[in-house]
């Protein structure tokens, strides 16, 4: 994103440009005298030497146009000077976007002609000849199709992909839209700090975990509450860093000394959501029917705990 990394696409670029007259020239020696001259001059090899020297100066052009003002004409530049401070400039947004994207948490789908990178900043995304961003507070966010694909070669369900429409309330960053799987949708939700309306109340085929996730945290929302004590304070979350520990597992579901559960002593240190994907992560995949009822020990120290057991601290 900044100006070596445009300089190492364009020196990648601008050395095919140059074959057309290569080929030209080749052809020039190839044919003798007379013949010469004629191929020289007959009209569709002077078509073809006007657009072989015609593409590539134009293309020049535009890249000596981009490269001005420190590649500040750049069209990526040009979309990022709309978030940049007055007194910082663009390279300041283009350093924020690649530290953010070099992170491993970022959510990023799509094929490479249209990928689709959301960061806890930045939504994009990068298709073969442009860059569309937009930054996450001042988005809004519609599910505006869904599509169905019968036939997936790999999988034998059918795979459902979404259309979002990206319209940020800065009017100079023209909407879009990104295309991702329905089973990536729970991830996307995760990483964005905005709701996704869904404008046309599509049905949105979740994948299994993330069906489990919402039947989880419904369930969980039923238990009885832990209260903390005044002097204890709640540390981050050890599963996601992201939210504060909110879980604590008492023993609740049968009486002290009956039953497999046991009591595990262990001070909050999950969130729901990392205690939701570890309960289903520690069951049969093979049946899922039966992973609420079922017992898994505690992440910490592996006592064993079921679904009622798990208390929301408060
Ligand atoms: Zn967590
Ligand atoms: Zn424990
Ligand atoms: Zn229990």
Not at 142 to 160: K, M
Not at 248 to 262: A, H, W
Not at 290 to 303: A, D, E, G, H
Request: proline share 5%.
């Amino acid at each position: 994103m900044n100006s070596s990394h445009l300089s190492w696409c364009l020196s990648n670029i601008s050395p095919q440009p140059m074959l057309p007259e290569s080929y030209y020239a080749g052809m020039c020696v190839a044919s003798s005298g007379e013949k010469q001259f004629y191929f020289l001059v007959s009209k569709g090899w002077l078509i073809y030497l006007v657009t072989a020297v015609l593409i590539p100066a134009v293309a020049s052009l535009v890249v000596l146009y981009w490269s001005l003002n420190k590649w500040g004409k750049h069209p990526i530049a040009r979309s990022l000077v709309h978030y940049a401070l007055p007194q910082s400039g663009w390279r300041a947004v283009a350093s924020s976007v690649n530290t953010e994207f070099r992170r491993i948490d970022k959510f990023a789908s799509g094929a490479p002609g249209a990928r689709v990178i959301v960061t806890d900043t930045w939504v994009m995304k990068v298709t073969t000849y442009n860059v569309h961003i937009a930054q996450q507070q001042d988005i809004h966010l519609t599910l505006t199709e869904s599509r169905q694909h019968e036939l997936c070669p790999d999988l034998n369900t059918p795979v459902q992909f979404l259309t979002i429409r990206v319209s940020s309330i800065n009017p100079n960053v023209k909407p879009f839209d990104i295309r991702l799987n329905s089973t990536e949708y729970g991830e996307l939700r995760e990483k964005l700090h905005t709701t996704v309306r869904n404008a046309h109340n599509v049905v949105i085929h979740q994948s299994l975990s993330d069906m489990f996730l919402d039947t989880f945290k419904i369930q969980v929302e039923l238990n009885q509450r832990y209260h903390l004590s005044g002097n204890q304070e709640l540390e981050p979350c050890i599963g996601c860093m992201q939210i504060a520990a909110n879980i604590k597992l008492i023993k609740v579901c049968r009486e002290p000394n009956e039953g497999e559960c046991q009591q595990c002593y262990c001070r909050p240190m999950w969130c729901l959501t990392c205690m939701g994907k570890w309960f289903a992560s520690r069951q049969d995949q093979q049946h899922p029917e039966t992973w609420l009822s079922n017992r898994v020990p505690c992440p910490t120290c592996r006592s064993k705990f079921c679904i009622l057991d798990i208390c929301i601290v408060c």
